[in-house]
C-alpha cells in the first residue's frame, strides 16, 4: 500500500475534513489503489518528453483592461449565510 | 561572539490597472464595501477566470526596470489555503514559473554601495479585506479580491534596517517612475514581509528565519527588523534555538509575537491552474517595453549632475519622485537657472507642503508660478526674504506671485533717490550711531541699515541701501 494512514490524516487536515478511524483506515486503501495505478506512468520513458505545463494547446489568452458593471451589493451578498454592514460574515477569526 | 542580521525581503504591490486581475470589476480604492466584485471574483463555481493584458506589461516593465530577465514561457498556479479574506480558498499565483527571474537593485546607506540581488517576481491575485468590527464574528469586503499584485522577492542580500529600508525606498521610486503603481503605502498598495535570522559574523551557513508579515509603512519596516533581530540575538544569547515561524508585528505596541509556526500551516499544495492558460512573451514583445521604459532614477540623478550642473545631494533629492522630478524639469525649461530652482524645491517648498497637508502630487502651485516668483527675486524687484513670504501666499491662495507683490507694495525699493532722503533722516537722526561708526565699530551699521528697514517696511534693497547708508556716514563724518 502506498498510501499510509498518516498520510490521509495529514491530507484530511489540509482539506479541513473529518474522518473516523474506520474511514481513515478504508480511504488509505482506496486512494492508495488510485495512487498505485497512477504510478504505472512512472514505468514509461519520458527523457525525451517536454515537461507538460497544461493540457490544451493554446497560450496568450487575455482580456483588455475595461471596466464592465460589477454586482450589486445586494447581489453579492445574495448567496451569503450571513451578513452585516454590507458585508459577509463568518466566524469570527484570530487577528 | 559577533552576529550578523540576515534579512531577505518580499515586497508586494498593487499594480495600477483599471480593473482586476481576471476579471471586468474596477481596482478603486476606498469604496462602499462588496461593491466591486462579480461572480469571477466572489470565487463562484463555474466561472472561467481571463488575464487581464496591461497586468503582464506591467509586470514586464517592473521587472526590466528592475534588472529582471523577463521569461518566455511562464504560468498560473493555485496556491491553497483556507482563510476567509480568500473566497475560493486559493490564491490564483505563480509557483515554479514566474514571469521575472533574477534581477538587482543598487542601494547606498552610508556612502556605502551594494547591489541587492532579487530572485523572482510573480504576478498574482490579492486577498480580501477582514473587518473586525462585528461582534460576533468578522466581517468580509470582497472588493480587494483579485486586484493585481505583483510580489517582488529579494536574495538574503540586506544585512540591516537601514538597508531594507534603502531597498524598499528604492524599489518603490523605481516601481513609482515605471507608472505601474502608484506605491500609496497607506492605502496598501505596497506592503513588506521580511524573512530575518542571525547568525554568527562570517558564517556563510544561514541561521533559522522567521519572518514577519505586512509591514505597510517604512517605519513598521525598521522598528520590526530592529525588534525582530534584537530579540533573535537575545535567544541566541541565552543558548536558546530559533523556532521557524510566522510573527505578527504590532506597530502600536513595537513588538512582535508569534502567529503559527511554519511546518503546520505552510502547504501550499501548488499545481498548475488548469483555467489559466500559458503565458508567451516574444522577444519582440519585451523589446517594445524595453524601449519604452521611461528614464529611471539613477540616470535621471547622474542627468541633473551631467547637464544641470547640480550637486549630487540636489540631484538625489529632486529625483527622490517622479512628481518632483517632473516639477524641476518643467521649471528648468521655463527658466535656465537649475541652482535656484533646486534651491527653492529642496528648502522653500517641503516646510510648505508640510505646513499646508499636501504632498508634491497635489501642490498648489505650478512650475510657472515658481519661475515667476524666482525671477522676481533674480531681478531685485524683491528681496529673497520677501520672495518666501510670497510663496508661502501663493501655497494658501493660489495667486500668481506678481499680482501677489502689486496688491500688497512688496515691490523692493531701489529708487536711489527716494532711499536718500530716508537714508539722510535716519542718519541725521541717529548722531550716535555715526560717533560709534568713527570710533570704528562697524556695528552700528546694523542698526542703521535696521532703521532703513524699518521706515520702507522690509522693500528697501539691501544692497542699494547699505551703499547710501556708507555714503552719507562717510559725509557726515567728514
Not at chain 2, 304 to 312: A, F
Request: hydrophobic residues 35%.
Amino acid at each position: 500500500m502506498s498510501l499510509t494512514r498518516e498520510d490521509v490524516t495529514y491530507v484530511a487536515n489540509l482539506a479541513r475534513l473529518e474522518f473516523s478511524e474506520d474511514e481513515v483506515i478504508a480511504l488509505a486503501d482506496q486512494l492508495g489503489a488510485v495512487l498505485d495505478y497512477a504510478e504505472t506512468l512512472s514505468g514509461l520513458d519520458t527523457s525525451k518528453i517536454k515537461a507538460t505545463e497544461h493540457v490544451l494547446a493554446v497560450q496568450n489568452v487575455f482580456r483588455a483592461d475595461e471596466i464592465e458593471s460589477c454586482l450589486t451589493n445586494e447581489e453579492a451578498l445574495a448567496n451569503a449565510p450571513e451578513s452585516e454592514a454590507g458585508c459577509f460574515k463568518v466566524p469570527r477569526v484570530m487577528e | 561572539m559577533e552576529y550578523e542580521i540576515v534579512i531577505g525581503m518580499e515586497i508586494h504591490i498593487e499594480l495600477g490597472t483599471k480593473t482586476k486581475i481576471f476579471c471586468s470589476c474596477p481596482t478603486e480604492f476606498g469604496q462602499d464595501e462588496n461593491t466591486h466584485t462579480c461572480p469571477v471574483c466572489l470565487g463562484m463555481p463555474g466561472v472561467l477566470p481571463v488575464l487581464n493584458e496591461k497586468v503582464v506589461e506591467y509586470a514586464t516593465r517592473a521587472g526590466l526596470a528592475l534588472n529582471c530577465e523577463i521569461a518566455h514561457f511562464s504560468k498560473m498556479d493555485r496556491k491553497n489555503y483556507f482563510y476567509p479574506d480568500l473566497p475560493k480558498a486559493y490564491q490564483t499565483s505563480q509557483f515554479d514559473l514566474p514571469i521575472c527571474t533574477g534581477g538587482v537593485v543598487g542601494i547606498e546607506v552610508d556612502g556605502v554601495k551594494k547591489d541587492i540581488g532579487i530572485t523572482r517576481i510573480h504576478i498574482e491575485e490579492d486577498a480580501g479585506k477582514l473587518l473586525h468590527e462585528s461582534a460576533d464574528g468578522t466581517l468580509l469586503d470582497v472588493n480587494r479580491c483579485g486586484v493585481p499584485l505583483i510580489e517582488i522577492v529579494t536574495e538574503p542580500d540586506l544585512r540591516s534596517a537601514e538597508e531594507a529600508r534603502a531597498f524598499a525606498e528604492k524599489v518603490r521610486n523605481i516601481l513609482e517612475y515605471t507608472g505601474v503603481s502608484d506605491c500609496k503605502m497607506e492605502q496598501g498598495s505596497m506592503r513588506f514581509d521580511v524573512n530575518l535570522s542571525i547568525r554568527e559574523k562570517g558564517s556563510e551557513v544561514l541561521g533559522t528565519r522567521t519572518e514577519m508579515k505586512n509591514l505597510n509603512s517604512f517605519r513598521a519596516l525598521i522598528r520590526a527588523v530592529q525588534y525582530e533581530s534584537k530579540r533573535q540575538i537575545i535567544e541566541l544569547k541565552k543558548g536558546h534555538t530559533i523556532i521557524q515561524e510566522t510573527r505578527k508585528w504590532d506597530d502600536t505596541k513595537g513588538t512582535s509575537s508569534s502567529l503559527r509556526s511554519k511546518e503546520e500551516a505552510h502547504d501550499y499544495r501548488y499545481f498548475p491552474e488548469p483555467d489559466l492558460v500559458p503565458i508567451v512573451l516574444e522577444p519582440a514583445y519585451i523589446e517594445k517595453i524595453k524601449s519604452e521604459l521611461p528614464e529611471l532614477p539613477e540616470a535621471k540623478k547622474q542627468r541633473y549632475i551631467d547637464e544641470y550642473k547640480l550637486p549630487e545631494y540636489d540631484a538625489g533629492v529632486l529625483t527622490t519622485t517622479g512628481v518632483t522630478a517632473r516639477f524641476f524639469e518643467d521649471a528648468v525649461a521655463l527658466y535656465n537657472e537649475p541652482k535656484q530652482i533646486s534651491n527653492w524645491m529642496m528648502v522653500e517648498i517641503p516646510p510648505l507642503l508640510k505646513e499646508n497637508e499636501v504632498s508634491m502630487e497635489n501642490i498648489s502651485i505650478t512650475p510657472a508660478q515658481l519661475v515667476e516668483l524666482l525671477k522676481l527675486v533674480k531681478n531685485n524687484e524683491i528681496s529673497g526674504n520677501t520672495g518666501k513670504e510670497v510663496l508661502k501666499e501663493m501655497f494658501s491662495t493660489g495667486k500668481n506671485p506678481g499680482d501677489i507683490v502689486k496688491e500688497k507694495g512688496l515691490a523692493q525699493m531701489s529708487d536711489t533717490g527716494e532711499l536718500e532722503a530716508i537714508i539722510e533722516k535716519i542718519v541725521s537722526d541717529n548722531p550716535k550711531s555715526v560717533e560709534d561708526i568713527g570710533a570704528g565699530n562697524e556695528k552700528a551699521y546694523g542698526f542703521l541699515t535696521g532703521q532703513v528697514m524699518k521706515a520702507t517696511k522690509g522693500k528697501a534693497n539691501a544692497q542699494v541701501a547699505n551703499e547710501i547708508i556708507r555714503a552719507v556716514v562717510a559725509k557726515h563724518l567728514a
